[in-house]
């Protein structure tokens, strides 16, 4: 859902805050120069890696085929980034856009501008054999053609539920020739996601309202990895409007009279105003219970592996009896 939200981004003079159109000139003289650069990549960026072509469908349908597996990658959408340290390869990730500072170990790379606006010439100065994008808004698509017109491979996917997540991850797997890695991700956040699963299954589910942005309110939409989170929190999204984000009235919001409230902290909404503060909302049965919680925009927005995180935190704030602590039990004493 980020990928459609995040606000323009301010850049250091250094960067461009847009991506330039390529002279023809320039286009021939970068899609000649990557093989090269391809080559000549850092010998601790190439060593130890299976050789021999991999392949895998993106969510656009596209064939995404490599002649090696990924050495050097960037990630124009920040979740991939956090999704390849959790697979212990941050190691191979080349760059990073101006936005993305996590995991910490990347703030020092390049940067190659925004999610919407990379520079293609920035891209392929740092020589990447794989750039991995987030289906999203017409920038987005415009920024993926100009680098494959660079013959820089790119895949792109879509992600807004956990299932999806797991599917990207397994095809990420497959491209950076690390399946197992992959395999043993999922496995350890699927055996969280059960955890939680177990404890709320037989629990009421509150409904459970998420604020994007406000004023001119957006909630998220049923199509979102928000929608997810908090079903598998054990609660309910009472917006049933399709598509990742879904625009509301206060009308609306009222009528819908949520038990619980979420209030988004992070650039799509950096300065909410307390929900009791609003007019009308103070009659919201959310508001009147004090059942309103702060949370964080990257952990819960953005489809990644803290979006388990978002789950377990989630779900201890909806039903809290069940994630009490189990009384020590008392040693019997000798007779």
Do not use: C, K
Not at 114 to 142: C, F, I, Y
Not at 195 to 205: G, I, K, M, Q, Y
Not at 309 to 315: F, I, Q, R, S, T
Request: glycine share 6%; aromatic share 4%; net charge neutral.
């Amino acid at each position: 859902m980020t990928d459609r939200m995040h606000p323009p981004v301010h850049l250091p003079a250094t960067v461009p805050a847009t991506a330039r159109p390529l002279r023809p000139g320039r286009t021939l003289a970068v899609a000649l120069l990557l093989p090269l650069l391809l080559l000549t990549a850092p010998p601790d960026a190439r060593a130890g890696q299976p050789d021999g072509p991999v392949s895998i469908t993106d969510d656009t349908g596209r064939e995404v085929r490599l002649p090696h597996p990924a050495r050097r990658m960037v990630a124009l959408y920040g979740a991939f980034n956090e999704l390849l340290a959790a697979m212990d390869l941050t190691g191979r990730i080349a760059a990073r856009t101006a936005a993305d500072e996590e995991p910490a170990a990347i703030r020092h790379l390049p940067v190659i501008g925004t999610h919407m606006r990379p520079s293609p010439e920035m891209v392929a100065a740092v020589a990447p054999d794989l750039v991995l994008q987030m289906e999203g808004r017409r920038e987005a698509g415009e920024a993926v053609e100009g680098l494959r017109a660079l013959g820089i491979p790119v895949a792109v996917f879509r992600v807004g539920s956990f299932d999806e997540l797991f599917g990207v991850l397994r095809r990420v797997g497959v491209l950076t020739g690390e399946p197992d890695r992959a395999a043993a991700l999922e496995a350890a956040l699927r055996a969280r996601l059960d955890a939680v699963a177990a404890r709320v299954a037989d629990r009421p589910r509150p409904t459970v309202f998420f604020e994007v942005r406000h004023p001119n309110l957006l909630a998220a939409g049923a199509d979102s990895i928000v929608t997810d989170i908090i079903a598998r929190a054990g609660g309910r999204n009472p917006v049933t409007a399709q598509g990742r984000v879904a625009r509301l009235s206060e009308e609306e919001l009222l009528r819908l009279n949520p038990d619980v409230y979420l209030l988004q902290r992070g650039p799509m909404n950096p300065e909410p105003e307390p929900p009791a503060a609003r007019p009308h909302y103070a009659t919201l049965s959310a508001v009147r219970n004090g059942r309103v919680l702060g949370v964080d925009e990257a952990r819960y927005s953005r489809p990644g592996p803290r979006a388990v995180d978002a789950v377990e935190e989630l779900a201890r704030y909806l039903h809290p009896d069940v994630w009490a602590p189990t009384p020590a039990t008392t040693a019997p004493t000798a007779p």
